[in-house]
T-cell receptor, first 114, second 113 residues
Framework: AQSVAQPEDQVNVAEGNPLTVKCTYS??????LFWYVQYPNRGLQFLLK??????LVKGSYGFEAEFNKSQTSFHLKKPSALVSDSALYFC????????????FGTGTRLTVIP | GAGVSQTPSNKVTEKGKYVELRCDPI?????LYWYRQSLGQGPEFLIY????????DSGLPNDRFFAVRPEGSVSTLKIQRTERGDSAVYLC???????????FGPGTRLTVL
């Protein structure tokens, strides 16, 4: 069975500071890993994905994430947070074997404090 | 439009009624997905279409839920005999190729009174 854990419901960070949103996963095969962001009253927006290759993945709006197979983690990071980054962030996983549905974590609300 | 669209944006119905939720995917996307998001939770997978056929419907909670995609484009999620527990935001997504990132619509908020 596949599962995703986002251990922090809420992350607060000062504007200009680096941010990290944590994600760990559990799958029975090789994973595809994704980060999505959800702004109020808007749909989920794709940020970045890991399929294969380089463990450090760069995505939209200056975000990046590092795939760590030994720790089964895919933490989202940004070197310098903006107030506009405040939103709900979801980590998701699917299998490489052809099952394409995404399994989502419960989300982490990021608040960037001016 | 360029994105995934869903109608209606809001639907209020009474317990026991039948509802239909519509999804119009991005043009050319062959894969279409339905998810359900309850308050404070991440989206939960319901069903996945590749073309006209349901490739995986393992997430449908029971036989009151059914979805179709007759021409391989627009999809309709149908819920019979609605229950209060069906209240949630229903999300549709599409992708191409199937293993690529999914693009989500704004969702339909269903409220069952």
């Amino acid at each position: 069975a596949q599962s995703v854990a986002q251990p922090e419901d809420q992350v607060n960070v000062a504007e200009g500071n680096p941010l990290t949103v944590k994600c760990t996963y559990s799958v029975s095969g090789n994973p595809y890993l994704f980060w999505y962001v959800q702004y109020p009253n808007r749909g989920l927006q794709f940020l970045l994905k890991y399929i294969t290759g380089d463990n450090l993945v760069k995505g939209s709006y200056g975000f990046e994430a590092e795939f760590n197979k030994s720790q089964t983690s895919f933490h989202l990071k940004k070197p310098s947070a903006l107030v506009s980054d405040s939103a709900l962030y979801f980590c998701a996983v699917s299998l490489q074997t052809g099952a394409n549905n995404l399994f989502f974590g419960t989300g982490t609300r990021l608040t960037v404090i001016p | 439009g360029a994105g995934v669209s869903q109608t209606p944006s809001n639907k209020v119905t009474e317990k026991g009624k039948y509802v239909e939720l519509r999804c119009d995917p991005i043009s050319g996307h062959t894969a279409l997905y339905w998810y359900r998001q309850s308050l404070g939770q991440g989206p939960e997978f319901l069903i996945y279409f590749q073309g006209t056929g349901a490739a995986d419907d393992s997430g449908l909670p029971n036989d009151r839920f059914f979805a179709v995609r007759p021409e391989g484009s627009v999809s309709t999620l149908k819920i019979q005999r609605t229950e209060r527990g069906d209240s949630a935001v229903y999300l549709c997504a599409s992708s191409s190729p199937p293993a690529g990132e999914q693009f989500f619509g704004p969702g339909t908020r269903l409220t069952v009174l």
